[in-house]
């Protein structure tokens, strides 16, 4: 809680500690993947973060904090953090002792996650004491951040714009106003509006455990011209460095792939019916048509392509979808005027992204031209990563 400014009230708490008490009177069923793909059919707080647009995502986490019975009667806004942002505040006020264990910007993912998962027992603690380490380490980070000399101000603010901008911390406030000035800031992780092409994929941890932080992804998506028509081949290789231990296993995601709405799948694969322990067989994807509505009454709208995927322990796989692209991007690429965005899904790291567009025409430059890798006659082709969004845009001749 904070008052004029100030942190008056500081509280952590385990949310299972929540869904367990309501698991019994919670009767709104699960997104679809989650019950098909999980034993949890009835939708709990824990599983709530599924929209990947962040202001949706915040108020039904309030909407369900209230159902499974949070005592908090007023919430002002929705603030998620992510375990590399307290890392980066860890460089800043050096290791943190809790309880005999050191937590420091190298070893914080690690350590937290040996405590919660298996030390409480040996401890002797009860499954709903197990995560009370997180909330005595936040409460001595706070209290080492409020002790910052006036001279790393400086150096904590460059740390959390670099953190929001790079998505590790996303804002919903419920003043329309305040929102708004979030927003322009592109700190609330909403769905964005683009005039143009557009491609995002959204992974979901099924019952995979931990195995999110042993995944490497590499997106790579190419823009070419068949005939009349212009096509985008979007390809997201996974690798699974992890084995299989007590937090991790094979990973297990539904993906959605955002493209420009109107666009028409004509090639996929990857696609799966379930994991190796289910026999999984090729599948063709899901393509529906989802739109988001924003607090300014602006909606964004989308084709998506879903389905399920697994990749097993030290194993790699691609997930691949060609379409037509539709005639709101084909004309932009015959004007000569061509935009792309990326859109980042909150709380990743830096995937690695390639961009290739070649649709046989001559390339007169690329913005932001410090970024292209190369511009050669007739093709463009941009190398870098997804640390945060990006926004591309070629011109032809």
């Known amino acids: 809680k904070t008052a004029d400014g100030e942190l008056t009230t500081f509280e952590t708490d385990n949310i299972y500690n929540l869904d367990n008490q309501a698991k019994d009177s919670v009767t709104e069923k699960s997104p679809g993947p989650i019950a098909q793909h999980t034993s949890t059919q009835n939708w709990l707080m824990r599983d709530i973060n599924w929209s990947p647009d962040f202001p949706e995502t915040a108020r039904k986490a309030v909407e369900k904090y209230h159902e499974e019975g949070g005592s908090e009667a007023d919430i002002d806004g929705v603030i998620a953090v992510t375990p590399s942002f307290i890392e980066s505040l860890l460089t800043l006020t050096g290791p943190i002792k809790v309880d005999g264990l050191e937590f420091n910007d190298q ?89 143009g092409d557009f491609l995002m994929f959204v992974d979901a941890n099924l019952a995979a455990l931990k195995t999110d932080d042993s995944m490497v992804r590499n997106l790579t998506y190419s823009v070419s011209q068949e005939g009349s028509d212009y096509y985008g081949t979007a390809e997201m290789h996974y ?98 005027d061509y935009n792309l965005y990326v859109q980042k899904q909150a709380g990743t790291e830096a995937h690695g992204l390639k961009v290739n567009f070649d649709v046989g025409k001559k390339v007169k430059t690329g913005k932001p031209l410090d970024i292209f890798e190369k511009i050669g006659e007739n093709a463009v082709s941009f190398t870098g990563d997804l640390r945060h969004d990006r926004s591309l845009n070629i011109i032809l001749e």
């Open 107 to 195: 070893n914080l993912f690690q350590t937290l996650e040996h405590q919660v998962e298996f030390a409480y027992v040996e401890q002797g603690k009860t499954d709903a004491e197990r995560k009370e380490v997180i909330g005595d380490l936040a409460s001595l980070i706070m209290d080492q951040i409020f002790d910052l000399p006036r001279s790393q101000f400086p150096e904590l603010w460059s740390t959390f714009v670099e953190n929001v901008d790079s998505k590790q911390i996303l804002i919903y406030v419920n003043d329309p106003i305040t929102q708004n000035l979030v927003i322009e800031q592109n700190w609330a992780g909403e769905m964005k509006y683009h005039n």
């Open 239 to 336: 690798k699974n460095t992890g084995w299989f231990d007590g937090t991790h296993t094979r990973y297990r995601t539904h993906t959605r792939i955002y493209i420009p709405e109107g666009s028409e799948l004509v090639e996929d694969s990857g696609f799966l019916t379930g994991d190796k322990t289910q026999n999984g067989v090729a599948v063709r994807p899901e393509v529906y048509e989802e739109s988001f509505t924003h607090d300014d009454g602006q909606t964004s709208a989308f084709t998506v392509v879903a389905g399920f995927t697994s990749i097993e322990p030290h194993d790699e796989g691609v997930l691949r979808i060609k379409y037509r692209l539709p005639e709101s991007v084909s004309s932009q690429i015959r004007s000569r």
